[in-house]
C-alpha cells in the first residue's frame, strides 16, 4: 500500500528553523510532482513549495528565500527546510504527491499532516 509519512513538524521560536520530511512508502511506477501545503486555523489550505522529478522547483511568494524544498528520488522522499522562521508560517503542513503506484492508477497522494507552530 501507498503511504506518505510526514515526519519534522513541531514548536520553534521565530528566526528559527525546522525540517520537514515526506517520504512515499511502497511500490511505485513513476513520482512526478512533490508538494508541501500548508493549513492555518480558518484559512484556507495552500501551495508553499513543489518540485518536479527533474528538481524544478517553485514557491509561494511568502516563503521565497526562507524554505528550500528538495528531494531524494532514490527514497521516494521530499524534504522542506524551513530557516528564519516566522509567526505567520504556523499551519499543519501536508505533502503531496503526484504519481504511479503499483496499487492505483496515477493519481495524488496526502499525508496525514504536521504541525508546525512559530512563537516564542
Known amino acids: 500500500q501507498v503511504q506518505l509519512v510526514e515526519s519534522g513538524g513541531g514548536l520553534v521560536q521565530p528566526g528559527g528553523s525546522l525540517r520537514l520530511s515526506c517520504a512515499a512508502s511502497?511500490?511505485?511506477?513513476?513520482?512526478?510532482?512533490m508538494t508541501w501545503y500548508r493549513q492555518a486555523p480558518g484559512k484556507e489550505r495552500e501551495l508553499v513549495a513543489s518540485i518536479t522529478s527533474e528538481g524544478s522547483t517553485n514557491y509561494a511568494d511568502s516563503v521565497k528565500g526562507r524554505f528550500t524544498i528538495s528531494r531524494d528520488n532514490a527514497k521516494n522522499t521530499v524534504y522542506l527546510q524551513m530557516d528564519r522562521l516566522k509567526p505567520e508560517d504556523t499551519a499543519v503542513y501536508y505533502c503531496?504527491?503526484?504519481?504511479?503506484?503499483?496499487?492505483?492508477?496515477?493519481?495524488?497522494?496526502w499525508g496525514q499532516g504536521t504541525q508546525v507552530t512559530v512563537s516564542s
Open positions: 511502497g511500490s511505485w511506477f513513476s513520482i512526478d510532482d
Open positions: 503531496n504527491v503526484a504519481g504511479l503506484s503499483s496499487y492505483y492508477p496515477y493519481r495524488t497522494y
